[in-house]
């Protein structure tokens, strides 16, 4: 019989009058690899930071190995041989990879001595997760750190490891060898679990996937029992549309760029057309953030011509002067550059906004037309939340993304700069930001869409461009070009054959 290394019995939790988790059980098998599932806000998270002991359940208990773990104590679950990867890494940026991993677990003074990179060194191997100890956190990509993570757990001796949406700020490159990993970890006996949205991945990695909604476990399916279709159906509780792409009439350039030229873009030509879905795809750390932060006004050209809404974009280009050309942002990353975590709802939604009428009013802000603003948004994008008043740090991944949605398109702008916009959502969150995004083209709006995701560039763009090392590829219209095609561009080598 297989050995149960983990046990969840009748987990609830509130907060208030939200119902997280609603009496949920379920057993982990050693070497076991269970994908938790579930739309943003399901309760996923919650579960786990029970488990981990960051959280207390109202009522339920948590045992490994046979044995009960006190509530709401991380220490003891991690001496229980529970690790947990979050998805927001906790790591120190000023210290070593070797410190961070010792973190904890010996006196300060004694942090990255040379006994333990050696023993680093070996279960990074033993791993497949290969990273230097000596190396600086600040200096590593995010696939990196993710190693990093996994190697503290790993160091503790774990032997149930928890991965909250391990895939969400990774490359399908870095996601292909945290799989190979994961698969190295299970042969040696590790029992994994796997919180996703993702349903391609949760079939390429799971055995058995736990399906939350609304708090409560809707569904328990063996892997290679089910597909993508019946998870979207449990996950939603009802199939997802289906996604059109209706022709629409070309309108003018609303932003144009001649050889531009500034920290990591190298002279760049790119014209933004009304009407037209511009997909931006590459690897992470390419140019992209700096394209985004040059168009909203954050970073200056060095060289080259730029030109907003027929108009130039001259030494004054800000952010202010972007947003009154009619340019709508949604930031790459929702928590550090798209919302103020100790806001409300209401003052997030007039955060680009508070200076302006109908907000504005002889330089006080007008808080009932802010506050009528932000149920506008609650309403009209589905913002699951107890109301406009409720601190955004307390939303999910999900319903953070849609206020940023809300406030960037019910304006009707006649440019989007839409950065990541579905990066770490469910399904039906996916679904909904596309679909939004459809409606700003159809009514003639200009839309650069950067994504690290090729099936959601592929299928929503009019033409795709590529970017590596701050240089763009030529333009590729909708249906012309291969995945393995723009693959290579992102590697490289496409820019190499064109020179």
Same mark, same amino acid.
């Given at each position: ?13 509130? &907060?208030?009058?939200?119902?997280? !988790?609603?009496?949920?059980? &379920? ?12 739309? !943003? ?7 786990? !930071? ?38 927001? &890494?906790?790591?120190?940026? !000023? ?29 990074? #191997?033993?791993?497949? %997760? ?5 190396? #600086? ?35 399908? +490159? ?105 997909? %931006? ?121 849609? %206020? ?20 770490? %959502? ?14 700003? #083209? ?40 291969? +995945? ?16």
């Amino acid at each position: 019989m297989p050995e149960t290394v983990l046990r969840l019995k009748g987990i609830t939790k509130r &907060f208030g009058a939200q119902l997280a !988790n609603d009496d949920i059980s &379920f057993a982990l098998q050693k070497g076991e690899v269970i994908a938790l599932l579930g739309e !943003n806000g399901a309760g996923k998270t919650t579960l786990m !930071n029970i488990l981990f002991g960051h959280y207390t359940a109202d009522s339920g208990t948590v045992e490994v190995m046979g044995t009960a773990l006190p509530p709401g104590h991380p220490r003891a679950a991690l001496a229980a041989g529970v690790g947990m990867v979050h998805q927001h &890494f906790t790591l120190a940026d !000023n210290l070593t990879v070797a410190e961070n991993i010792l973190l904890g677990t010996r006196p300060l003074w004694r942090l990255g001595q040379g006994d333990a990179r050696a023993r680093i060194r070996d279960l990074a #191997r033993r791993f497949g %997760l290969e990273v230097d100890p000596a190396a #600086r956190v600040a200096d590593l990509a995010v696939g990196e750190r993710q190693r990093v993570e996994i190697l503290k757990a790993l160091w503790r001796d774990a032997r149930i490891l928890i991965l909250d949406e391990p895939t969400a700020v990774l490359t399908p +490159q870095e996601t292909e060898a945290l799989f190979r990993t994961l698969r190295l970890a299970v042969a040696q006996g590790l029992s994994i679990v796997f919180i996703s949205h993702k349903l391609r991945e949760v079939l390429a990695v799971s055995d058995r996937v736990l399906v939350l909604r609304h708090g409560r476990l809707v569904g328990e399916v063996r892997t290679r029992d089910t597909d993508r279709h019946q998870l979207a159906r449990l996950m939603v509780g009802a199939d997802l549309p289906t996604q059109e792409i209706p022709p629409v009439p070309e309108g003018p350039p609303l932003l144009e760029l001649r050889a531009v030229s500034a920290p990591g873009l190298s002279a760049i030509d790119l014209t933004l057309r009304g009407g037209r879905i511009t997909g %931006l795809a590459g690897v992470s750390g390419n140019g992209q953030s700096a394209l985004a932060a040059l168009i909203a006004g954050t970073l200056a050209p060095t060289s080259g011509e730029m030109q907003a809404a027929g108009l130039p974009a001259g030494p004054g280009w800000s952010p202010q002067a972007a947003i009154a050309r009619g340019i709508a942002r949604i930031p790459e990353d929702r928590h550090r550059t798209g919302t103020i975590a100790a806001m409300t709802l209401t003052e997030n939604a007039i955060l680009e906004a508070y200076g302006r009428p109908p907000f504005s009013h002889r330089s006080w802000i007008d808080w009932r037309a802010a506050r009528s603003f932000a149920e506008e948004i609650i309403a009209g994008y589905d913002v699951r939340c107890p109301g406009p008043d409720t601190r955004i740090s307390l939303l999910s991944g999900g319903n953070m993304q849609k %206020l940023i949605l809300g406030r960037a398109l019910s304006p009707e702008p006649r440019m989007i700069l839409a950065n990541q916009p579905t990066r770490g %959502l469910d399904v039906g969150a996916v679904a909904y930001v596309h679909a939004r995004l459809l409606e700003a #083209r159809a009514r003639g709006a200009a839309i650069l869409l950067i994504s690290e995701d090729l099936d959601e560039v592929q299928a929503l763009s009019d033409e795709i461009r590529v970017i590596s090392a701050g240089r763009l590829s030529p333009s590729f219209p909708r249906g012309t070009t291969s +995945q393995a095609e723009l693959g290579a561009w992102m590697a490289g080598h496409g820019f190499d054959h064109a020179a």
